[in-house]
């Protein structure tokens, strides 16, 4: 739609609808990407419809209200948060530990109830996430006040920072919203922000955090809401506080509710007949937990009806309807037994921690991280000494802390190593990292870890082409970069020990069968240095080719949602890298093709084709056809009858006059950026 400002139509009435419009759409898409985990548009048109937003708004600037979405960041660092009373006391749960206790707190509801012990209550089961407790407030529909549990009673005012929370709507939406809601839920960060918070703390030269639950602590108790911002917190709604304007029955149906107003609900919540179905999720969870992308420590059993939670009341500090089933503690003490320095992938030294062997939640763990040599001075640890080590999902386990009335008077400070264990390269610590690095070319283990990384699972999934093996690659000098895999033969893999025929396929087909993985998996594979999985599906999906990403500008790079300027220099830096560049091309060359991302089923475009001609002045022709593609369509070079759309620039030519003669449909650009938008659909076009 254009903005068309003829004698009956008030500018600011017509600039008004479509700041609603887009501020609808840019919540909507919001709601899509980081509640749903399934965008429908790419970065760059979210982009768009996020700058078009700014653009209005500066252009009326009485029409910006504290829910649009331009406002999520805003104002200057806070002094200090202030008090917030809870209207309800935000309550605690009792625990349970295991399935007899879980049954005993069915027996005790049960009894308050005067129900016989064989009768079947209906329980709502909830992860137990591992974060931090917040109240929200909404007043009519607007996000109005946001506090932490506090003490129960007292909380803090953080509504600055939950603000910047992008799975959260600033506005409720869909029917019947009430008038005052009141909402509880827990704050917290995914593994992934965690480990890229961490990472990021290190080469700051800061402390990393302990586990994501501090982490999310840390990042929405921060007084400058511009730090908040950039650290992806998510949340999960899973209470009701006070409310006004709406009744629910149960559990089941507040939930329902207020997933349909848009809050983010755990979509792993489930309502189960009778306690041994809640016992039976409890222990499913605890086995999901490792592949969970965040942390849990237990689940929650709410009785569903409300009605019954009444019945049943509260006691001090807990209500009676509830349990919190608690897992397993992931945390541990044992004796720390060596600091080695580990070399990896970047050649980054790490000290680890050798531990005395110790089980964590069914895990031993004899290894762990120790972050880097000013985490260690700064924690004052020592070998010799007593520490509580801690694991959280994949993370590597992690020293948390010295129990000092345990150390000896044989216990001794370390010192980062002079050269490279591994190479024997002196080592540098580069100017405000705190990473000690070698600058070893040829160090062993950097290249093993490249490997590693290469062909694991989530990368380009190599199966077969394990530690083992890549060892047996290096030390017999058949591989010294990843390109180097793409041209081994049957013979090579006949040199390793204990190889047969059937192997030596399996590996080579291996091999061959990844040169065709999705071109996101491949930028992951690549290791550039802060790029996650993640990272690398946006990089895909928002440049379609290697040979975009290749070209992008640190500009372009950080126009992407989530891509900060430290990533987008990374990313430069990698690309820019003769070496780096030289693999890549000798990995092309031996056949590897990593694939488009996978169109989108049932984008807006699905099945339809377009011509560009004529000078576009919106957007060059390559992202056009990536937006066209994004949305499940396809570009192509000529027109004929087959052809959809014909997009008309400036100036068109010869294959405008076709279109004329063929009858195809052909839109100007605004009707095609239109489109895009949402605001028209290609029927209607
Ligand atoms: S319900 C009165 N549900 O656990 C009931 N709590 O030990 C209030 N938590 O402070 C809590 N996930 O921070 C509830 N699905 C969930 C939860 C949950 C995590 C936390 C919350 C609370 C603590 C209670």
């Given at each position: 739609?254009?903005?068309?400002?003829?004698?009956?139509?008030?500018?600011?009435?017509?600039?008004?609808?479509?700041?609603?419009?887009?501020?609808?759409?840019?919540?909507?898409?919001?709601?899509?990407?980081?509640?749903?985990?399934?965008?429908?548009?790419?970065?760059?048109?979210?982009?768009?419809?996020?700058?078009?937003?700014?653009?209005?708004?500066?252009?009326?600037?009485?029409?910006?209200?504290?829910?649009?979405?331009?406002?999520?960041?805003?104002?200057?660092?806070?002094?200090?948060?202030?008090?917030?009373?809870?209207?309800?006391?935000?309550?605690?749960?009792?625990?349970?530990?295991?399935?007899?206790?879980?049954g005993e707190f069915d027996l005790r509801v049960k009894k308050?109830l005067g129900l016989s012990p064989d009768a079947v209550i209906d329980y709502?089961?909830?992860?137990?996430?591992?974060?931090?407790?917040?109240?929200?407030?909404?007043?009519?529909?607007?996000?109005?006040?946001?506090?932490?549990?506090?003490?129960?009673?007292?909380?803090?005012?953080?509504?600055?920072?939950?603000?910047?929370?992008?799975?959260?709507?600033?506005?409720?939406?869909?029917?019947?919203?009430?008038?005052?809601?009141?909402?509880?839920?827990?704050?917290?960060?995914?593994?992934?922000?965690?480990?890229?918070?961490?990472?990021?703390?290190?080469?700051?030269?800061?402390?990393?955090?302990?586990?994501?639950?501090?982490?999310?602590?840390?990042?929405?108790?921060?007084?400058?809401?511009?730090?908040?911002?950039?650290?992806?917190?998510?949340?999960?709604?899973?209470?009701?506080?006070?409310?006004?304007?709406?009744?629910?029955?149960?559990?089941?149906?507040?939930?329902?509710?207020?997933?349909?107003?848009?809050?983010?609900?755990?979509?792993?919540?489930?309502?189960?007949q009778g306690i041994e179905a809640a016992v039976?999720?409890?222990?499913?969870?605890?086995?999901?937990?490792?592949?969970?992308?965040?942390?849990?420590?237990?689940?929650?059993?709410?009785?569903?009806?409300?009605?019954?939670?009444?019945?049943?009341?509260?006691?001090?500090?807990?209500?009676?309807?509830?349990?919190?089933?608690?897992?397993?503690?992931?945390?541990?003490?044992?004796?720390?037994?060596?600091?080695?320095?580990?070399?990896?992938?970047?050649?980054?030294?790490?000290?680890?921690?050798?531990?005395?062997?110790?089980?964590?939640?069914?895990?031993?763990?004899?290894?762990?991280?120790?972050?880097?040599?000013?985490?260690?001075?700064?924690?004052?640890?020592?070998?010799?000494?007593?520490?509580?080590?801690?694991?959280?999902?994949?993370?590597?386990?992690?020293?948390?802390?010295?129990?000092?009335?345990?150390?000896?008077?044989?216990?001794?400070?370390?010192?980062?190593?002079?050269?490279?264990?591994?190479?024997?390269?002196?080592?540098?610590?580069?100017?405000?990292?705190?990473?000690?690095?070698?600058?070893?070319?040829?160090?062993?283990?950097?290249?093993?870890?490249?490997?590693?990384?290469?062909?694991?699972?989530?990368?380009?999934?190599?199966?077969?082409?394990?530690?083992?093996?890549?060892?047996?690659?290096?030390?017999?000098?058949?591989?010294?970069?990843?390109?180097?895999?793409?041209?081994?033969?049957?013979?090579?893999?006949?040199?390793?020990?204990?190889?047969?025929?059937?192997?030596?396929?399996?590996?080579?087909?291996?091999?061959?069968?990844?040169?065709?993985?999705?071109?996101?998996?491949?930028?992951?594979?690549?290791?550039?240095?802060?790029?996650?999985?993640?990272?690398?599906?946006?990089?895909?999906?928002?440049?379609?080719?290697?040979?975009?990403?290749?070209?992008?500008?640190?500009?372009?790079?950080?126009?992407?949602?989530?891509?900060?300027?430290?990533?987008?220099?990374?990313?430069?830096?990698?690309?820019?890298?003769?070496?780096?560049?030289?693999?890549?091309?000798?990995?092309?060359?031996?056949?590897?093709?990593?694939?488009?991302?996978?169109?989108?089923?049932?984008?807006?475009?699905?099945?339809?084709?377009?011509?560009?001609?004529?000078?576009?002045?919106?957007?060059?022709?390559?992202?056009?056809?990536?937006?066209?593609?994004?949305?499940?369509?396809?570009?192509?070079?000529?027109?004929?009858?087959?052809?959809?759309?014909?997009?008309?620039?400036?100036?068109?030519?010869?294959?405008?006059?076709?279109?004329?003669?063929?009858?195809?449909?052909?839109?100007?650009?605004?009707?095609?950026?239109?489109?895009?938008?949402?605001?028209?659909?290609?029927?209607?076009?």
């Amino acid at each position: 739609m254009q903005l068309s400002f003829s004698d009956t139509l008030d500018p600011r009435e017509v600039a008004g609808r479509r700041i609603e419009e887009l501020r609808r759409l840019l919540e909507h898409h919001n709601r899509l990407y980081y509640v749903l985990d399934a965008p429908q548009i790419s970065d760059a048109e979210y982009d768009a419809l996020f700058r078009e937003l700014q653009g209005l708004e500066q252009h009326f600037p009485d029409l910006v209200t504290p829910e649009s979405p331009t406002q999520r960041v805003g104002g200057a660092p806070l002094e200090r948060f202030a008090p917030v009373t809870h209207r309800l006391p935000m309550l605690s749960l009792e625990n349970a530990v295991n399935a007899a206790e879980i049954g005993e707190f069915d027996l005790r509801v049960k009894k308050v109830l005067g129900l016989s012990p064989d009768a079947v209550i209906d329980y709502v089961c909830e992860p137990k996430m591992d974060g931090l407790a917040v109240e929200l407030v909404y007043e009519n529909g607007g996000l109005s006040i946001a506090s932490t549990r506090g003490d129960g009673v007292t909380g803090e005012d953080v509504t600055t920072n939950i603000r910047t929370i992008r799975a959260l709507p600033l506005r409720l939406g869909g029917e019947r919203v009430p008038r005052l809601l009141e909402v509880r839920g827990e704050v917290f960060l995914s593994l992934e922000a965690f480990q890229h918070i961490n990472a990021e703390k290190e080469e700051q030269g800061e402390a990393p955090f302990a586990n994501p639950r501090n982490a999310a602590a840390g990042s929405l108790r921060q007084l400058d809401p511009r730090v908040t911002a950039r650290r992806p917190l998510s949340v999960f709604c899973y209470a009701p506080g006070l409310c006004e304007g709406a009744e629910f029955d149960s559990q089941q149906v507040f939930l329902h509710a207020a997933a349909g107003w848009g809050l983010p609900v755990n979509p792993l919540i489930r309502r189960v007949q009778g306690i041994e179905a809640a016992v039976a999720y409890y222990q499913e969870m605890q086995e999901r937990r490792e592949s969970l992308p965040y942390e849990i420590d237990g689940t929650v059993i709410k009785v569903d009806s409300f009605a019954l939670q009444r019945e049943l009341g509260e006691k001090s500090r807990s209500p009676r309807w509830a349990v919190a089933c608690k897992f397993p503690p992931r945390q541990a003490v044992t004796v720390l037994e060596a600091i080695i320095p580990s070399v990896g992938r970047t050649g980054v030294i790490t000290p680890v921690a050798q531990l005395r062997p110790v089980e964590i939640s069914g895990v031993t763990v004899s290894r762990a991280t120790l972050h880097n040599w000013d985490e260690i001075a700064l924690k004052d640890i020592r070998v010799g000494d007593t520490v509580v080590v801690e694991r959280a999902g994949d993370v590597i386990p992690a020293v948390v802390r010295v129990l000092m009335e345990r150390r000896g008077a044989d216990a001794l400070p370390s010192q980062p190593p002079q050269v490279c264990p591994e190479c024997g390269s002196p080592v540098v610590r580069i100017a405000e990292e705190v990473a000690v690095r070698c600058m070893g070319l040829a160090c062993p283990p950097q290249i093993r870890e490249s490997i590693r990384h290469f062909a694991s699972r989530n990368a380009m999934d190599i199966e077969g082409l394990g530690e083992k093996f890549i060892e047996q690659l290096l030390t017999l000098g058949l591989v010294r970069s990843v390109a180097d895999l793409y041209v081994l033969t049957r013979d090579d893999f006949m040199r390793f020990e204990r190889m047969g025929d059937k192997l030596a396929s399996n590996l080579l087909a291996a091999i061959e069968s990844s040169k065709q993985r999705e071109l996101g998996r491949f930028i992951f594979a690549l290791g550039i240095r802060h790029v996650g999985e993640r990272t690398a599906k946006s990089l895909a999906q928002a440049f379609g080719s290697l040979e975009n990403l290749e070209r992008a500008t640190v500009e372009e790079l950080v126009s992407i949602r989530d891509i900060g300027a430290t990533v987008a220099q990374s990313i430069c830096t990698f690309f820019g890298n003769r070496e780096n560049s030289a693999v890549i091309r000798r990995m092309l060359d031996a056949g590897v093709a990593p694939a488009a991302e996978q169109k989108k089923v049932g984008g807006r475009f699905t099945g339809k084709s377009f011509v560009f001609t004529g000078t576009l002045t919106r957007f060059t022709r390559e992202e056009a056809r990536r937006l066209v593609e994004n949305e499940g369509g396809h570009a192509v070079g000529s027109v004929s009858k087959k052809t959809d759309y014909v997009v008309a620039g400036e100036d068109a030519g010869s294959k405008l006059a076709k279109a004329r003669e063929l009858g195809v449909t052909v839109l100007e650009e605004d009707e095609f950026a239109g489109m895009l938008q949402g605001t028209d659909t290609p029927d209607s076009a």
